[in-house]
């Protein structure tokens, strides 16, 4: 059984990219915003010193964004239209990037939660790029994992939206008139 909700659209793209700066802004302007599972996962485990992370058990992390992933989906899947930060197909392309063996549920999963078939990709974007206590990885690797999610979601049937390299706001209205002409 699949679940289609069109109204999700999902936000991705390499870290430091300006993601996050845009989904604060479209939370504020009042739009529904989905947390990132990998940052809340981070947290969590940082305050217990866990394993699973991105450096660290990386199926266990994957499980647990897999499990967080799936409650937002629930959560804001039907009516107003949201914004996820990231989403469930991504998972495939982690694990895939990570080598992490035991994957195929991650698939199935990509599969039977189905997003609106838009996904906004948030560029490299060097003069924007920043690192912190959580983003870690130099520009290089925001460029790796960029291509690698863009691949990924469009081998996944979705149809891929580069976001422009412009101001937060005029970022904001460009998604507003995508998801508005979806």
Not at 68 to 88: E, K, Q, S, V, Y
Not at 110 to 126: G, L, Q, T
Request: proline share 5%; hydrophobic share 45%.
């Amino acid at each position: 059984m699949t679940h289609l909700f069109d109204n999700l659209f999902i936000v991705t793209g390499g870290p430091g990219a300006g993601k996050t700066t845009l989904l604060d802004a479209a939370a504020e302007a009042g739009l529904r915003v989905g947390q990132e599972a990998a940052r809340a996962i981070i947290r969590a485990q940082a305050v217990i010193d866990g394993p699973a992370h991105h450096f660290g058990n990386r199926a266990l992390f994957a499980e647990l964004m897999l499990d967080r992933d799936i409650r937002t989906f629930l959560t804001l899947g039907g009516g107003a239209p949201a914004l996820c930060d990231r989403g469930i197909p991504e998972l495939v392309c982690y694990c895939r990037d990570w080598g992490v063996a035991d994957n195929a549920h991650f698939r199935r999963a990509a599969e039977v939660y189905r997003y609106n078939p838009v996904v906004f990709v948030a560029p490299p974007w060097r003069e924007i790029f920043v690192t912190d206590s959580e983003r870690v990885e130099g520009w290089e690797h925001a460029q790796r994992v960029y291509a690698s999610l863009r691949d990924c979601y469009a081998e996944l049937g979705y149809r891929i939206v580069e976001l422009p390299k412009v101001p937060v706001a005029e970022r904001l209205a460009f998604v507003k008139d995508v998801i508005a002409h979806a």
